[in-house]
């Protein structure tokens, strides 16, 4: 099911959102819509206040960006098939330099700007079974991730 995405100024996208448990009702529902919504929206990433659940979730699809003529044959190939869920996720660590890319966000269509992000992160999030991962990305992987 294609959900709305709240655009900005809506008050779910100021909300801290709470974590999530195993038995939050209609989980694997609730991603399943959302990753429809994200790719009738042409998105690469969504998080779920942009549909209206104050909780926190995101997911990922960076199949879009392989095919990029501003990636590496190297990003490239760690961005092909990448698909996945971050459920609690958290940065852990930032580091390396410090670098623009012109972004979009499906909340605020038809803009885009120069956002400013370090290169690596460390972040650690639950996957769809609940398994805790620690994980550290770097180059485009990491302006997707830092949702």
């Not at 104050?54 to 990029?68: C, W």
């Amino acid at each position: 099911m294609i959900l709305p995405i709240y655009g900005y100024g809506e008050p779910v996208l100021r909300k801290v959102c709470d974590d999530i448990t195993p038995d939050y009702p209609n989980l694997n529902e609730t991603i399943t819509n959302m990753y429809e919504t994200m790719y009738h929206a042409h998105g690469v990433g969504l998080a779920a206040p942009q549909v209206g659940m104050s909780i926190r979730l995101f997911i990922v699809d960076t199949e879009p960006f392989a095919d990029s003529d501003d990636v590496s044959k190297e990003e490239a190939a760690q961005l092909k098939g990448f698909k996945k869920t971050f459920i609690n996720p958290k940065i852990i660590k930032e580091e390396g330099d410090i670098w623009g890319f012109n972004e979009g966000c499906l909340s605020i269509p038809d803009v885009r700007e120069d956002v400013f992000r370090h290169d690596i992160i460390t972040i650690e999030y639950m996957d769809e079974a609940f398994n805790k991962k620690t994980e550290v990305y770097d180059g485009n992987s990491t302006r997707i991730r830092s949702y």
